[in-house]
C-alpha cells in the first residue's frame, strides 16, 4: 500500500513516528513534510498528499498541522479527496466505515505521538462499510 504524508512545523516528532511505524509494517511512504520547526505554510504540504490521493499516486494520505483544520481544509479542495479530522481511534475509525475518507488529519497541538500512531493504524485498517453511507459519500463532491 502506498501512503502519502505531509506535515508542517507543529508535525515533525509526529511525522518520524508514523513513517517508522508505516514503515515496519510495510508501507511505502512519500514524505513531503517539513523535517523542521521553523514556521512554513501548511498548504504546501498538504497539496502534494492531496494530488497524490487524487490521482492514484497513493492509497490513503496522512496530513499534520497544528489544529489539523487548516490542512484539512485544504486537501478537500481536490478531487476525489475525503478528508477527516480525527483526535480519537473512534473517530479514525468512523471516519472510515461511515465516510470512505482517504485521508487523515492530525492535529498535532491536541494529540499526543502515541494517539497520532494508533489513530493512522485504526484509518488504515478500517474498511468503509457501504451500505446506506455509499449514497451519502456520493453527495459529497461539488458537480
Not at 28 to 57: L, Q, R
Not at 85 to 95: Q, S
Not at 102 to 112: G, K, L, M, V
Amino acid at each position: 500500500m502506498k501512503i502519502s504524508i505531509g506535515n508542517d512545523h507543529a508535525g515533525p516528532e509526529y511525522k518520524k513516528a508514523i513513517v517508522m511505524m508505516l514503515k515496519a509494517k510495510g508501507y511505502e511512504v512519500t514524505n513531503y513534510g517539513t523535517d523542521s520547526e521553523d514556521s512554513v505554510d501548511y498548504p504546501d504540504f498538504g497539496h502534494p498528499v492531496a494530488n497524490d490521493v487524487s490521482e492514484g499516486k497513493a492509497d490513503f494520505g496522512i496530513v499534520i498541522c497544528g489544529s489539523g483544520n487548516g490542512i484539512a481544509m485544504t486537501v478537500n479542495k481536490h478531487p476525489k479527496v475525503r478528508a477527516g479530522l480525527c483526535w480519537t481511534k473512534e473517530i479514525a475509525a468512523l471516519v472510515r466505515l461511515h465516510n470512505d475518507a482517504n485521508i487523515i488529519s492530525i492535529p498535532a497541538r491536541f494529540t499526543s505521538v502515541p494517539q497520532a500512531v494508533e489513530m493512522v493504524e485504526t484509518f488504515l485498517t478500517t474498511e468503509f462499510e457501504g451500505g446506506r453511507h455509499q449514497n451519502r459519500v456520493n453527495k459529497i463532491a461539488c458537480q
